[in-house]
């Protein structure tokens, strides 16, 4: 969406503050031995306090109020009683949902516990590439440049980015124009940033897959002999820097 009024941005930030201290909160309440589905009623909980609605359930009818993605998933895990949190799993939580109209999204991947699997330089990676990203963003700017920056990086660290997940528009729905804010680089792609839009950027990597596959279950995407990290900031684009609406969520404190 582009912003058009005081209360466009009043809503949208409202909303991104509700999502990005839900993810916070979520990461902080997760302990090995709880299941997936605990955790996802606690982050049910904390949006259902503000009026908020979860997105995936209200435009997909997924069944679960966030997505939990472990290890090897990349997105979209379904929250199960029978999946239980285990000490070093790589963790991924993406909240979005809706209030008053407005949408907003951010998801962040986290070692759980100690790192007994070595996945802390991974979702290091992850959450530095997507900051600096963030940082090259600005009205004018092609999308297509935006991908090459996390590709390169990516590449430089060791790690593969997922070709087929993409950010996306959002602000009115949970995906808008653009559709594929790609972490590659497509020179197809001519579509620039816009000032005053709101986008949501994700990063997508991982240790050697570069697609994600269905996993069987119709919802959960996982790279396949692989483990995978997700990050994704809601932010508005301007002139100069970016401002990022769901900065609650602390990634990168």
């Not at 009043?10 to 990461?27: C, E, F, Y």
């Not at 697609?211 to 119709?218: L, T, V």
Request: net charge negative.
């Amino acid at each position: 969406m582009s912003l058009k009024s005081e209360e466009d941005l009043a809503g949208m930030q409202l909303i991104s503050q509700i999502v990005g201290s839900t993810l916070k909160r979520m990461q902080a309440y997760a302990q090995p031995g709880m299941s997936t589905f605990e955790l996802d009623q606690y982050g049910r909980y904390l949006l259902e306090r503000h009026g908020a609605h979860s997105a995936p359930k209200l435009t997909y009818g997924f069944p679960g109020w966030t997505c939990i993605s472990l290890n090897e998933e990349v997105c979209h895990g379904i929250p199960s009683a029978k999946r239980l949190l285990q000490e070093g799993d790589l963790v991924n939580i993406d909240v979005s949902a809706e209030l008053n109209g407005y949408w907003s999204d951010n998801g962040g991947s986290f070692v759980l516990g100690q790192d007994i699997h070595q996945h802390s330089d991974l979702v290091e990676a992850s959450k530095r590439i997507l900051a600096n990203a963030i940082r090259h963003i600005r009205g004018g700017v092609q999308l297509a440049e935006i991908g090459r920056l996390i590709e390169t990086e990516a590449r430089r660290s060791g790690y593969r980015v997922i070709k087929n997940l993409a950010g996306h528009g959002i602000g009115r729905s949970l995906h808008e124009e653009p559709h594929d804010i790609l972490c590659y680089y497509d020179r197809s792609i001519k579509t620039r940033f816009r000032t005053n839009s709101v986008v949501a950027i994700e990063t997508f990597l991982s240790t050697k897959a570069t697609y994600a596959h269905e996993k069987g279950d119709g919802w959960t995407l996982i790279a396949k002999d692989s483990f995978a990290v997700q990050h994704e900031q809601t932010i508005i684009v301007t002139d100069k820097q970016p401002i990022i609406l769901t900065a609650a969520n602390q990634l990168w404190s």
